[in-house]
């Protein structure tokens, strides 16, 4: 958004990818997305991996004691 903000002042035709734009929900726990779902890119028949990490290694989720839970990377 920050971008199509600096195209527009610069008098340039603005673009925004809202694929980019994180969705967030700040519930406990929070969820967050950003991009396309798996079921998107299986539809679409992109070949993508998927990867897991966990709560746990993360300093935030340390700091907050909320270390149950794993982040999930669809990666083309």
Do not use: C
């Not at 734009?21 to 890119?41: F, H, N, S």
């Not at 935030?60 to 149950?68: E, G, T, V, W």
């Amino acid at each position: 958004e920050g971008v199509f903000v600096a195209e527009t002042l610069a008098g340039q035709k603005p673009h925004i990818d809202y694929n980019l734009i994180p969705g967030v929900v700040y519930t406990w726990p929070e969820v967050a997305a950003v991009g396309k779902t798996e079921e998107q890119l299986k539809e679409a028949g992109v070949a993508y991996k998927t990867g897991q990490f966990p709560m746990r290694a993360l300093g935030r989720a340390r700091a907050s004691m909320d270390i149950d839970g794993f982040v999930k990377v669809l990666a083309d």
